[in-house]
């Protein structure tokens, strides 16, 4: 599993950081989320799914 966000296409709503905050994290000079480096994306799995069907960029992909 890679957990990746095009960031792009990310709108810095901060959606993802608020439902899965042990997986994304905000950078605040570029207002746009990145993976956590090292987060665990199995014990994270659900909130991850419900980032992804919650982004209204539709930047976030789980391969
Ligand atoms: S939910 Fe999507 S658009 Fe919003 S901050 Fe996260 S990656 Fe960016």
């Given at each position: 599993m890679a957990v990746k966000i095009d960031e792009e296409e990310c709108?810095?709503?901060?959606s993802c950081v608020e439902i899965c905050p042990a997986v994304f994290g905000f950078n605040e000079d570029e207002t746009k989320a990145f993976v956590i480096e090292g987060a665990d994306l199995e014990a994270n799995a659900d909130c991850i799914e419900e980032s992804i069907g919650s982004c209204p960029a539709a930047c976030i992909t789980n391969d």
């Amino acid at each position: 599993m890679a957990v990746k966000i095009d960031e792009e296409e990310c709108m810095g709503c901060e959606s993802c950081v608020e439902i899965c905050p042990a997986v994304f994290g905000f950078n605040e000079d570029e207002t746009k989320a990145f993976v956590i480096e090292g987060a665990d994306l199995e014990a994270n799995a659900d909130c991850i799914e419900e980032s992804i069907g919650s982004c209204p960029a539709a930047c976030i992909t789980n391969d």
